[in-house]
């Protein structure tokens, strides 16, 4: 099994910037890739940015250019850095662990980009 735990979500301006944190544990060798997802109110469920244990990235059109996945191996944590943020990204983002069968989520931090 894998843990994931996220931190880093708030309340924040638009145009300013968060950092959220997925710090995984237990079975975390079994891990093929690790991504951040969001659902806003009324919405479903989206890929937001994903990273593979190769360093392998790739993200949503909709937040290209503003968002960057990373990963500190050291510390099995995943990041993601979310500059000029705007209230459309206002959501609550999981954490996401892919394994070769199946996949675990963290419960969640909420996002809100709002003056």
């Known amino acids: 099994q894998v843990q994931l735990v996220e931190s880093g979500g708030g309340l924040v301006q638009p145009g300013g910037s968060l950092r959220l944190s997925c710090a995984a544990s237990?079975?975390?060798?079994?891990?093929?890739?690790m991504g951040w997802y969001r659902q806003a109110p009324g919405k479903e469920r989206e890929l937001v940015a994903r990273?593979?244990?190769?360093?392998?990235?790739n993200y949503a059109d909709s937040v290209k250019g503003r968002f960057t996945v990373s990963r500190d191996n050291a510390k099995n944590t995943m990041y993601l850095q979310m500059n000029s943020l705007k209230p459309e990204d206002t959501a609550l983002y999981y954490c996401?662990?892919?394994?070769?069968?199946?996949?675990?989520w963290g419960q969640g931090t909420q996002v809100t980009v709002s003056s």
């Open positions: 996401n662990a892919e394994l070769v069968t199946l996949d675990y």
């Open positions: 237990g079975s975390i060798f079994s891990i093929n890739a």
């Open positions: 990273i593979t244990w190769g360093g392998r990235t």
